[in-house]
């Protein structure tokens, strides 16, 4: 009986990968907008019916292909701060940035799922939470390292964070465990915004006719971003 229940297992999760990856393709053709079950349905030669099965509703199918996302997001980024020397904090700091754009560059339709246009009439569960903070995990323990060994010297005088942003901070670290002061923990926030706009811009054709070099670009601002933080060269 176990040996049956195992096998049906195999069988689902081979055919939810199959929905999943169809799903991908839709999103390269259609855009998350115009995600189908019907039509992956269709591709895969099954009833509509039997699709419900496995995801009961497009939004089902959508919050599966987010979490997908964030995950691989997540594992480029651990992966590339993991390579990388545990005490140079601005070489850790630049290989996840790195990894942020490579990652987006080859998977450019799940990237605008994430990071771009909201889907019409969709609303992401808290499900989603923990795969989103992956990457954001990430810089804060390079960040929160950095902090301990008092190697965060920040490039220029850098206003204190406003008082007005305490209830934030705070929202940030009921969510990741830290020891960084706001002053810092917004400097690395304003650094992640300014990663994944940057790599927006690329993606979504804001350099075109502006920026040519982009990879040298993009490594310059990173490194900008990374003086920022406080990251030494």
Do not use: K
């Amino acid at each position: 009986m176990s040996a049956g229940r195992t096998a049906r297992e195999r069988v689902r999760a081979e055919l939810v990968r199959e929905i999943t990856e169809l799903a991908r393709r839709q999103l390269a053709t259609a855009g998350a907008a115009g995600l189908s079950l019907r039509a992956v349905a269709r591709e895969m030669g099954m009833v509509s019916s039997a699709i419900y099965r496995y995801f009961p509703s497009r939004d089902d199918l959508l919050t599966a292909l987010i979490i997908d996302g964030y995950n691989a997001v997540g594992d480029a980024v651990e992966r590339a701060d993991a390579e990388a020397g545990a005490g140079d904090f601005a070489g850790r700091w630049l290989a996840v940035c790195g990894a942020v754009r490579e990652w987006a560059l080859a998977h450019p339709h799940e990237y605008a799922l994430l990071y771009g246009s909201p889907v019409p009439g969709y609303e992401a569960p808290e499900d989603t939470v923990p795969a989103a903070l992956r990457d954001t995990v990430v810089l804060v323990r390079i960040v929160d390292a950095a902090h301990a060994a008092d190697a965060l010297d920040p490039a220029g005088p850098c206003p204190a964070a406003p008082p007005a942003l305490a209830g934030d901070m705070a929202r940030v670290r009921a969510h990741i465990p830290m020891e960084l002061p706001d002053d810092a923990l917004a400097r690395a926030l304003t650094a992640w915004a300014g990663l994944y706009g940057t790599v927006s811009f690329e993606l979504f054709g804001q350099f075109t006719n502006v920026i040519d070099a982009r990879a040298a670009y993009f490594d310059h601002t990173m490194t900008l971003l990374g003086r920022l933080v406080g990251f030494q060269p």
